[in-house]
């Protein structure tokens, strides 16, 4: 087995990072979309008694 180059081994920390940060931001985002959807319909069942 050859030796790891450190080259690779950055371009693999780099990948590593960066898939990592898109699987953050997919969490945050989804979590973000059910925040507002809760907000949402909280709003709309406060609406909703106002009448």
Do not use: C, G, R, Y
């Not at 931001?25 to 809760?38: A, S, V, W």
């Amino acid at each position: 087995m050859p030796q790891m180059s450190p080259m690779w081994w950055t371009f693999l920390m780099i990948m590593f990072i960066i898939v990592l940060f898109i699987l953050m931001m997919t969490i945050f985002f989804n979590l973000f979309i059910d925040i507002k959807t809760t907000l949402m319909k909280i709003k709309s069942k406060t609406s909703i008694w106002k009448w």
